[in-house]
């Protein structure tokens, strides 16, 4: 725990305007972010005597370890820097709204040749007409399915188009009425993006001129007696008013603006956004959020505007947005709105009428928001508390473990020996931290060496991160890292951060507790590991499979845990995600060695020239009996490119021949595309586990 006075600025270092400032822990991680119209004042509050403190914002101030701050011209610059620095350095002290889900969106693909309507989640696409968003994916498909009755726009995959259009034949919805089948040609593109472009009207809220108009045509149907034509109509004009029943009118005067309400107490708070556009409720969402400090109303308010808008630009940013108290000072946030806009925008408290009314809906769902989250949230925190007590018991450590690392090995056969490391913080997943090895040591089996290699590399790095940091003044040469290990896909970008800008970088934060997957051997190896390299203060264990027990480094016998113990539960998650993790990678690893051909030992022949071989020839048993001068004539390959080719399959071994495994008859007319990664099994794809091998 720091003592604030110890860096705290000197009288007159900090200026007197507006700014973002940042307080960084003692890793130089940033864990909390803020702005001010005065950082001068505002930074003043955080250091005054620690018993005048909200209890979270004395937790942060002694987190801390430093404090910094970037000075801008206006309010409204620094509450977009604000944003842009919380979702960078994601601080574990800000306010940050937790969504439980990815909410469902209808949205119209108008920026393919046949518009598509489908459910989506996620990121927004360019291009495409996003309505809601809807509280249930369900409540989308049901209003399409009332809709394509009389706008039968395109539902279908790019696969089922595809397919579709290559045989003629189109697929139920098109036989059924509820699809215009652009995929056999019964309409050209242009008819059916302007169905697309109706369907979108029509979701948009002007309603009026197509029942309007389908009731003109079902009267016109029955004055000249084709009844079964104007029963369609009806049954069309009953679909679309069933379809508009479900989004009921709430405001008279086709409004559109979104309504957020916030229901919070002491620790926690609730948002509710509904979102109004023609009048009508056209989507619903919700989060939940800790209060780690003293924070207003308006703060809330505020910063759940930041999170609603921030990647949005244009129509997703209503004219209109209401609100249950105003951020202070308004006009910044106003400003930032309009501008994410292009047209003014209007940030207000609704006084009277409908929109008072709707708004003391809103805040009844957030109400009941906060009311479910703080029953599920009472047991889950009081569950992982005593899951972290109950291990620091048991270990017989200072405190309980608030970051845990698990260790796991697999290969198959002492082949693609990888290892996993995954994070668990205050009993989360931390799944931004996970990292992954290939061992690079030695070959073979052995998962005592494999983890000591590990766990030597991986603490490595954090001693050399303690080094360029300043935090560790005595290390020598070894402690430098080897640069290798840390594979994870989702933290491919993280390597090339900066050292001293507080993102999160590989192997930068130490854990209180290591855990690995096994018994004595590998925990032992851990051990040493760490005391090779000086590190005494993060504790092991290990966990074996075969009886659930717990071992410490030097013990004799195990440390058992109770079966019922929330403790065992949470070391077990932990380990199990940790085997998940290494044999996924394995897996891919394995997969693509399994799918590697003769053409992948050609050294300078890259995926592109490869594929163009195996076009040309058709496969590589064709391109081998090839002569170097017909290989030259697929494009990009010259002379001495064809010449490594032809040598390189000619040394190559004929692959194994391709079987058909429900018949068992063996394939040799063509060989199979090893380069494409071919379906087509190996003669030993249909032994038993057993002979080909176990994972570990």
């Known amino acids: 725990m720091a003592d604030p006075s110890s860096y705290r600025p000197r009288p007159g270092e900090i200026p007197d305007s507006p ?81 439980d889900k990815s909410y469902p969106y209808l949205a119209v693909t108008m920026n393919e040749e046949f518009p598509r309507v489908q459910v ?19 409540a989308i498909r049901d209003t399409v399915d009332l809709l394509l009755r009389v706008f039968p726009v395109r539902t279908c995959s790019t696969g089922v188009f595809k397919n579709a259009a290559r045989t003629g034949r189109p697929c139920l919805l098109g036989y059924i009425d509820k699809c215009s089948a652009p995929c056999v040609g019964r309409v050209g593109p ?16 002007r309603t009026g001129t197509y029942l309007r108009r389908l009731e003109k045509q079902m009267m016109e149907a029955a004055e000249e007696m084709e009844y079964e034509r104007a029963a369609r109509l009806r049954d069309d004009i009953e679909a679309l008013n069933k379809a508009m029943e479900k989004n009921a009118v709430v405001l008279a005067d086709a409004t559109d603006a979104d309504l957020v309400a916030v229901a919070e107490d002491e ?19 919700g989060w939940v959020t800790d209060k780690v400090e003293e924070i207003t109303t308006g703060a809330l308010v505020e910063h759940a505007l930041q999170q609603l808008y921030g990647e949005e630009t244009g129509d997703a940013v209503p004219k209109e947005v209401l609100v249950p108290a105003l951020p202070e000072p308004v006009e910044p946030v106003q400003e930032w709105l309009t501008g994410r806009r292009g047209s003014n925008v209007s940030l207000r408290i609704p006084q009277r009428g409908d929109k008072k009314a709707l708004m003391e809906t809103v805040q009844r769902n957030a109400q009941q928001a906060l009311a479910l989250h703080k029953t599920k949230r009472a047991s889950d925190l009081t569950t992982r508390s005593r899951a972290l007590e109950e291990i620091a018991e048991a270990l017989d450590l200072d405190s309980a473990p608030l970051r845990i690392e698990c260790y796991d090995i697999s290969h198959l ?112 190896a851990a051990r040493r590991a760490l005391d090779e390299l000086g590190i005494d203060d993060i504790a092991v264990c290990g966990l074996a499979k075969r009886l659930e027990e717990v071992w410490l480094p030097g013990d004799d016998d195990p440390v ?87 040598a390189a399959l000619a040394q190559a ?44």
Not at 43 to 61: C, E, G, I, K, W
Not at 193 to 201: N, V
């Open 560 to 646: 058992v845990l109770p079966r019922t113990s929330e403790g065992l539960y949470l070391l077990q998650r932990v380990r199990d995600e940790a085997h998940r993790f290494a044999i996924t990678y394995q897996r891919t690893k394995r997969a693509k060695r399994f799918r590697a051909g003769p053409l992948d030992e050609v050294p300078g022949l890259g995926d592109t020239r490869k594929q163009a071989l195996i076009k040309h020839f058709g496969s590589v048993k064709k391109l081998r009996s090839a002569t170097i001068e017909q290989i030259q004539e697929v494009p990009g390959i010259g002379r001495k490119t064809a010449e490594t080719v032809a």
């Open 190 to 205: 242009d008819d059916h993006r302007e169905l697309a472009e109706e369907f979108c009207d029509f979701m948009a809220g």
């Open 413 to 524: 056969q002492g082949d693609d020996v990888v290892a996993s490391m995954v994070v668990f913080e205050d009993g989360l997943q931390r799944k931004s931290e996970y990292r992954r090895f290939q061992i690079k040591g030695f070959a073979g089996q052995d998962d005592v060496r494999s983890m000591h290699e590990v766990i030597t590399r991986r603490f490595k790095r954090y001693l050399a991160e303690k080094e360029r940091t300043g935090e560790w003044a005595d290390g020598s040469e070894d402690a430098l890292g080897d640069g290798d290990g840390a594979l994870s896909d989702t933290d491919a970008a993280a390597s090339t951060l900066k050292d001293d800008d507080g993102r999160p970088r590989k192997f930068a934060y130490p854990p209180q507790l290591v855990v690995v997957d096994g018994g004595q051997p590998q925990v032992a």
């Open 267 to 285: 620790l926690e708070a609730a948002v509710q956004i509904f979102h109004v556009r023609g009048g009508r409720v056209r989507g619903q969402r």
């Open 653 to 696: 071994a004929p692959a194994a021949p391709a079987v058909n495994t429900a018949t068992g008859e063996i394939i040799e007319d063509e060989e199979p595309d090893m380069t494409a990664g071919a379906s087509r099994e190996p003669v030993t794809a249909g032994l038993p586990d057993e002979r080909r091998g176990q994972e570990t």
């Open 19 to 99: 700014g973002v400032y940042r307080f960084r822990d003692e890793h130089r991680r940033v864990i909390y972010v803020g702005k001010a119209k005065s950082l001068r004042q505002r930074l003043a509050n955080y250091f005054q005597d620690l018993a005048n403190l909200h209890p979270r914002t004395r937790t942060m101030v002694t987190t801390a370890a430093s404090v910094e701050w970037t000075v801008v011209s206006t309010e409204v610059e620094a509450l977009q820097l604000e944003y842009s620095w919380i979702k960078e350095y994601d601080p574990r002290f800000n306010v940050k709204y937790r969504d």
């Open 120 to 138: 989506m989640r996620g990121h927004k696409k360019k291009g495409v007409r996003y309505f809601g968003p809807y509280a249930h994916a369900w």
